[in-house]
């Protein structure tokens, strides 16, 4: 096997093990802010409602800057500082007892994801061969899929004790890849060429059918905030506390 094969190969699990973090990290506190804000603390669901729309629209809206960053700057330090960035979101949102606490943690974590999500995904392009990338990339689908599960679990688990407990959790599950990041992943520049932001983001928004492309998920997204809001809430609701 040439040097080039085996790194590609270590890289496949490299971001495999990666991924698995993240989505462990981000399920564990995620689906339980609304048990947490609304149902425990009596908050009205809107103010809740805002802090997780903040959240989406910061990491969603501003992922196209966050990926001419790491264009220019390279993605390592991207990926560790936005990983480190949402581990003191969850930091902040463990001691949220005013709105604009959570709202603040919220904005902050999105911008961690904002740092850290695009140069993730092109390092799937940079390491897997344009054949292999459809299955690789069901394989990290499957793996969100199981991850969320096991979070959101894990996070159930730990809210019955504190909620403090479920932000460390996440936030140590952050600290942990940031580490992994830090130590395993090359300092590779995603792109050979040294364009200019400005000129990037224009080419970008230029390209009608992907512009065209992304706002039409943006009903995805605004409906991915009702899901987080809502669903955790109402199977609480069905499923009632636990007997003593």
Known sequence: MSRVSQARSLGKYFLLVDNMLVVLGFFVVFPLISIRFVDQMGWAALMVGIALGLRQLVQQGLGIFGGAIADRFGAKPMIVTGMLMRAGGF??????????????????SGLGGTLFDPPRAALVVKLVRPHQRGRFFSILMMQDS?????????????????????????????????????????????????????????????????VTYVLTLTGYYMLAVQVMLMLPIMVNDIAGSPPP
């Open 146 to 210: 199981a991850g969320a599960v096991i979070g959101a679990l894990l996070g159930s688990w730990l809210l019955q004790y504190d909620f403090r407990l479920v932000c460390s959790a996440g936030a140590a599950l952050f600290i942990a890849c940031a580490a992994f990041n830090a130590w395993y992943l090359p300092a590779w520049k995603l792109s050979t060429v040294k364009t200019p932001i400005r000129e990037g983001l224009g080419r970008v928004l230029r390209d009608k059918r992907f």
């Open 91 to 108: 930091a902040a949102m463990a001691v949220a007892h005013e709105p604009w606490v959570l709202w603040f943690s919220c904005i902050l």
